[in-house]
């Protein structure tokens, strides 16, 4: 089946640093990457997608590339601020269209 | 709009007992899915909706129903609930399956003694 590894579990960084989360997929047929960002006690929260014929995606401070070849794709936050401290999911989309998600990583940026 | 929403937020249960959590969304989203979340583990599929009358079977089925009788509601039915069943439970919706924003609801934190 699929599947999608996720690192790092727990991701510390100064106000103002940069943080990058890397995940791994298995399925050569996904072509859809979301992010999703979760605040304690809500649901998650598309912040940004992807699909296969692109590499990179830029949304203001939030970027995420990907490496078909290399089957992995990264989130990128720049200029971090105290209100993206959440856990992060990445997901990706295979053949059976539906989303597998990877295990998390909770981000605390530090003042 | 409110969304997707879900009753209850908080629910115990005794082994064996039975119990359905609602969701409901009014953005006429023809796809809905409910998801179990464990710490350490993300969230994984239970089962899901393409339209009123189909559903389907996710990564982790066993121990739960579904039905999908309007395009607003899909209700996740435990039948005899177990320990391991003690989760948070997500419902989401999206336009269609496949490539498109799922919206999530607040979720139900579902403790089994």
């Known amino acids: 089946g699929e599947n999608v590894e996720q690192h790092p579990s727990t991701l510390s960084v100064q106000e103002g640093d940069s943080a990058v989360i890397k995940c791994t997929y298995s399925?050569?047929?996904?072509?859809?990457f979301p992010w999703y960002k979760q605040e304690l006690g809500k649901g998650p929260q598309l912040i940004i997608d992807?699909?296969?014929?692109?590499g990179e995606k830029k949304d203001q401070r939030i970027a995420v590339t990907l490496n078909k070849t290399a089957k992995h794709f990264s989130l990128h936050i720049t200029e971090t601020q105290p209100e993206d401290s959440a856990v992060y999911f990445c997901?990706?989309?295979?053949?059976?269209?539906?989303?597998?998600f990877g295990s998390g990583t909770q981000l605390t940026v530090l003042p | 709009n409110a969304g997707v929403t879900q009753t209850p937020k908080f629910q115990v249960l005794k082994t064996g007992q039975s119990m359905t959590l609602q969701c409901a969304q009014d953005?006429?989203?023809?796809?809905m899915s409910w998801y179990r979340q464990d710490p350490g583990m993300g969230l994984r599929l239970i089962h899901y909706?393409?339209?009123?009358?189909?559903?389907d079977q996710g990564e982790v089925p066993n121990g739960y129903n579904v039905s999908r009788s309007t395009t607003e509601d899909f209700p996740l039915r435990l039948l005899s609930a177990a320990p391991s069943q003690t989760s948070v439970y997500f419902c989401?919706?999206?336009?269609?399956?496949?490539?498109?924003?799922?919206?999530f609801g607040p979720g139900t934190r579902l403790t089994v003694t």
């Open positions: 992807i699909r296969s014929n692109v």
């Open positions: 953005m006429n989203h023809e796809y």
């Open positions: 989401a919706s999206s336009y269609r399956a496949g490539g498109y924003e799922q919206y």
């Open positions: 399925d050569s047929a996904s072509n859809y």
């Open positions: 997901a990706e989309q295979g053949s059976a269209r539906q989303l597998t």
């Open positions: 909706s393409v339209g009123a009358g189909i559903t």
